[in-house]
T-cell receptor, first 117, second 111 residues
Protein backbone atom coordinates (compact mmCIF):
# COMPACT_ATOMS: atom_id res chain seq x y z
CA UNK A 1 0.00 0.00 0.00
CA UNK A 2 0.80 3.75 -0.02
CA UNK A 3 2.16 3.91 -3.55
CA UNK A 4 2.90 7.23 -5.21
CA UNK A 5 3.67 7.55 -8.89
CA UNK A 6 5.09 10.37 -10.95
CA UNK A 7 4.92 11.05 -14.63
CA UNK A 8 7.03 11.51 -16.60
CA UNK A 9 10.09 9.90 -15.06
CA UNK A 10 12.28 12.13 -17.14
CA UNK A 11 11.74 14.99 -19.55
CA UNK A 12 13.89 17.18 -21.76
CA UNK A 13 12.52 20.52 -22.84
CA UNK A 14 13.77 23.62 -24.55
CA UNK A 15 14.42 26.84 -22.71
CA UNK A 16 11.32 28.99 -22.54
CA UNK A 17 8.81 26.17 -22.73
CA UNK A 18 6.66 24.80 -19.92
CA UNK A 19 6.54 21.29 -18.58
CA UNK A 20 3.98 19.59 -16.36
CA UNK A 21 4.78 16.85 -13.86
CA UNK A 22 2.05 14.68 -12.38
CA UNK A 23 2.04 13.10 -8.94
CA UNK A 24 -0.57 10.47 -8.13
CA UNK A 25 -1.39 8.52 -5.02
CA UNK A 26 -2.47 5.14 -6.35
CA UNK A 27 -4.05 3.39 -3.39
CA UNK A 28 -4.91 6.08 -0.89
CA UNK A 29 -6.35 9.56 -0.73
CA UNK A 30 -3.68 12.17 -0.26
CA UNK A 31 -5.06 15.23 1.41
CA UNK A 32 -1.62 16.79 1.42
CA UNK A 33 1.09 16.62 -1.19
CA UNK A 34 4.57 18.03 -1.12
CA UNK A 35 6.93 18.99 -3.93
CA UNK A 36 10.68 18.81 -3.49
CA UNK A 37 13.60 19.72 -5.71
CA UNK A 38 16.94 17.98 -5.49
CA UNK A 39 20.08 19.22 -7.23
CA UNK A 40 22.95 16.77 -7.83
CA UNK A 41 24.68 15.68 -4.63
CA UNK A 42 22.39 17.84 -2.54
CA UNK A 43 19.53 17.28 -0.18
CA UNK A 44 15.82 17.47 -0.89
CA UNK A 45 14.52 21.01 -0.62
CA UNK A 46 10.83 21.51 -0.02
CA UNK A 47 9.30 23.78 -2.64
CA UNK A 48 5.67 23.82 -1.64
CA UNK A 49 2.91 22.10 0.27
CA UNK A 50 -0.50 21.64 -1.28
CA UNK A 51 -3.75 20.60 0.29
CA UNK A 52 -6.54 19.30 -1.89
CA UNK A 53 -8.83 22.04 -3.03
CA UNK A 54 -6.79 24.95 -1.76
CA UNK A 55 -3.87 27.03 -2.93
CA UNK A 56 -0.38 25.73 -2.41
CA UNK A 57 1.87 27.17 0.26
CA UNK A 58 5.28 27.96 -1.18
CA UNK A 59 8.54 27.96 0.71
CA UNK A 60 10.55 31.14 0.92
CA UNK A 61 12.46 31.80 -2.26
CA UNK A 62 10.26 29.63 -4.49
CA UNK A 63 8.52 31.61 -7.23
CA UNK A 64 4.87 30.66 -7.21
CA UNK A 65 4.30 32.12 -10.68
CA UNK A 66 7.07 29.97 -12.08
CA UNK A 67 6.20 26.73 -10.32
CA UNK A 68 2.46 26.32 -10.61
CA UNK A 69 0.96 23.68 -8.35
CA UNK A 70 -2.53 22.30 -8.68
CA UNK A 71 -4.05 19.77 -6.28
CA UNK A 72 -7.47 19.37 -7.75
CA UNK A 73 -8.27 15.91 -6.42
CA UNK A 74 -7.33 13.67 -3.54
CA UNK A 75 -5.15 11.55 -5.78
CA UNK A 76 -3.50 14.00 -8.15
CA UNK A 77 -1.23 16.99 -7.85
CA UNK A 78 0.60 18.65 -10.71
CA UNK A 79 3.66 20.84 -10.85
CA UNK A 80 4.09 23.01 -13.93
CA UNK A 81 7.45 24.62 -14.51
CA UNK A 82 6.69 27.65 -16.64
CA UNK A 83 9.19 29.29 -18.98
CA UNK A 84 11.81 26.77 -17.98
CA UNK A 85 15.48 27.71 -18.03
CA UNK A 86 18.61 25.55 -17.74
CA UNK A 87 18.93 26.44 -14.05
CA UNK A 88 15.56 24.72 -13.47
CA UNK A 89 17.14 21.42 -14.47
CA UNK A 90 16.82 19.23 -11.41
CA UNK A 91 15.27 16.11 -9.92
CA UNK A 92 11.72 16.88 -8.79
CA UNK A 93 10.15 14.56 -6.22
CA UNK A 94 6.65 14.63 -4.85
CA UNK A 95 5.36 13.03 -1.69
CA UNK A 96 1.89 12.45 -0.37
CA UNK A 97 0.42 12.31 3.08
CA UNK A 98 -2.92 11.58 4.62
CA UNK A 99 -4.67 14.27 6.59
CA UNK A 100 -4.90 18.03 6.40
CA UNK A 101 -1.42 19.51 6.71
CA UNK A 102 -0.09 16.00 6.69
CA UNK A 103 0.58 13.33 9.23
CA UNK A 104 3.86 11.76 10.20
CA UNK A 105 4.33 9.57 7.17
CA UNK A 106 5.07 10.89 3.73
CA UNK A 107 5.15 8.54 0.77
CA UNK A 108 7.55 9.56 -1.96
CA UNK A 109 7.15 9.31 -5.70
CA UNK A 110 9.99 8.01 -7.87
CA UNK A 111 10.97 11.48 -9.05
CA UNK A 112 11.13 13.29 -12.37
CA UNK A 113 14.41 14.34 -13.88
CA UNK A 114 13.98 17.59 -15.78
CA UNK A 115 16.64 18.74 -18.22
CA UNK A 116 16.22 22.13 -19.84
CA UNK A 117 18.36 22.71 -22.90
CA UNK B 1 13.75 28.86 10.31
CA UNK B 2 13.99 25.21 11.11
CA UNK B 3 17.06 23.34 10.04
CA UNK B 4 18.75 19.99 10.53
CA UNK B 5 22.50 19.60 10.63
CA UNK B 6 23.90 16.24 9.56
CA UNK B 7 27.41 14.83 9.96
CA UNK B 8 29.52 13.53 8.44
CA UNK B 9 28.90 14.44 4.82
CA UNK B 10 30.84 11.40 3.64
CA UNK B 11 31.70 8.20 5.45
CA UNK B 12 33.75 5.24 4.29
CA UNK B 13 33.81 2.05 6.34
CA UNK B 14 35.12 -1.44 5.82
CA UNK B 15 32.55 -4.14 5.25
CA UNK B 16 31.45 -5.54 8.59
CA UNK B 17 32.26 -2.38 10.53
CA UNK B 18 29.69 -0.04 12.02
CA UNK B 19 28.60 3.34 10.68
CA UNK B 20 27.17 6.20 12.70
CA UNK B 21 25.50 9.30 11.32
CA UNK B 22 24.49 12.16 13.58
CA UNK B 23 21.90 14.91 13.25
CA UNK B 24 20.90 17.94 15.25
CA UNK B 25 17.59 19.71 14.83
CA UNK B 26 16.49 23.16 15.83
CA UNK B 27 12.72 23.05 16.20
CA UNK B 28 11.82 21.98 19.72
CA UNK B 29 8.32 21.11 18.49
CA UNK B 30 9.69 18.33 16.27
CA UNK B 31 8.23 15.00 17.27
CA UNK B 32 9.01 12.52 14.51
CA UNK B 33 12.39 11.62 13.05
CA UNK B 34 12.55 9.30 10.03
CA UNK B 35 15.73 8.22 8.26
CA UNK B 36 15.87 7.72 4.51
CA UNK B 37 18.24 5.87 2.22
CA UNK B 38 18.52 7.17 -1.32
CA UNK B 39 20.26 5.46 -4.17
CA UNK B 40 21.34 7.44 -7.19
CA UNK B 41 18.39 8.67 -9.24
CA UNK B 42 15.81 6.98 -7.04
CA UNK B 43 13.27 8.01 -4.46
CA UNK B 44 14.16 8.18 -0.76
CA UNK B 45 13.29 4.97 1.06
CA UNK B 46 12.29 4.97 4.70
CA UNK B 47 14.61 2.68 6.66
CA UNK B 48 13.69 3.48 10.24
CA UNK B 49 11.89 6.14 12.23
CA UNK B 50 11.48 7.20 15.83
CA UNK B 51 8.91 9.29 17.63
CA UNK B 52 9.70 11.76 20.35
CA UNK B 53 8.34 9.62 23.16
CA UNK B 54 10.96 6.94 22.51
CA UNK B 55 14.69 7.13 23.13
CA UNK B 56 15.87 4.25 20.99
CA UNK B 57 14.56 1.93 18.32
CA UNK B 58 16.21 -1.02 16.63
CA UNK B 59 15.44 -3.01 13.51
CA UNK B 60 17.95 -5.78 12.82
CA UNK B 61 21.24 -4.07 11.86
CA UNK B 62 19.81 -0.56 12.06
CA UNK B 63 19.15 1.47 15.18
CA UNK B 64 18.24 5.05 15.91
CA UNK B 65 18.69 6.98 19.13
CA UNK B 66 17.07 10.24 20.14
CA UNK B 67 18.13 12.76 22.77
CA UNK B 68 15.35 15.33 22.94
CA UNK B 69 17.09 17.47 25.52
CA UNK B 70 20.10 17.94 23.29
CA UNK B 71 18.01 17.81 20.08
CA UNK B 72 20.28 15.10 18.73
CA UNK B 73 19.40 11.90 16.92
CA UNK B 74 21.67 9.31 15.37
CA UNK B 75 21.57 6.39 12.96
CA UNK B 76 23.66 3.32 13.70
CA UNK B 77 24.27 0.61 11.11
CA UNK B 78 26.11 -2.47 12.30
CA UNK B 79 27.78 -5.19 10.24
CA UNK B 80 27.74 -2.98 7.17
CA UNK B 81 27.45 -4.56 3.75
CA UNK B 82 28.29 -3.19 0.28
CA UNK B 83 24.57 -2.80 -0.46
CA UNK B 84 24.35 -0.32 2.41
CA UNK B 85 26.31 2.11 0.23
CA UNK B 86 24.00 5.04 -0.53
CA UNK B 87 23.14 8.54 0.63
CA UNK B 88 21.36 8.70 3.97
CA UNK B 89 19.16 11.59 5.07
CA UNK B 90 17.84 12.36 8.51
CA UNK B 91 14.57 14.22 8.74
CA UNK B 92 12.90 16.28 11.42
CA UNK B 93 9.13 16.49 11.22
CA UNK B 94 8.51 19.95 12.49
CA UNK B 95 5.62 21.54 14.26
CA UNK B 96 4.76 23.16 10.96
CA UNK B 97 3.93 19.73 9.51
CA UNK B 98 6.89 19.70 7.16
CA UNK B 99 9.77 17.36 6.64
CA UNK B 100 13.08 19.16 7.15
CA UNK B 101 15.82 17.13 5.52
CA UNK B 102 19.38 16.99 6.71
CA UNK B 103 22.18 17.64 4.25
CA UNK B 104 22.85 13.97 3.66
CA UNK B 105 25.67 11.51 4.30
CA UNK B 106 27.25 9.57 1.48
CA UNK B 107 28.11 6.17 2.92
CA UNK B 108 30.55 3.94 1.12
CA UNK B 109 31.07 0.42 2.36
CA UNK B 110 34.35 -1.00 1.13
CA UNK B 111 34.41 -4.71 0.37
Amino acid sequence: GAVVSQHPSWVICKSGTSVKIECRSLDFQATTMFWYRQFPKQSLMLMATSNEGSKATYEQGVEKDKFLINHASLTLSTLTVTSAHPEDSSFYICSASIGWQGTYEQYFGPGTRLTVT
Amino acid sequence: GENVEQHPSTLSVQEGDSAVIKCTYSDSASNYFPWYKQELGKRPQLIIDIRSNVGEKKDQRIAVTLNKTAKHFSLHITETQPEDSAVYFCVSYSGTYKYIFGTGTRLKVLA
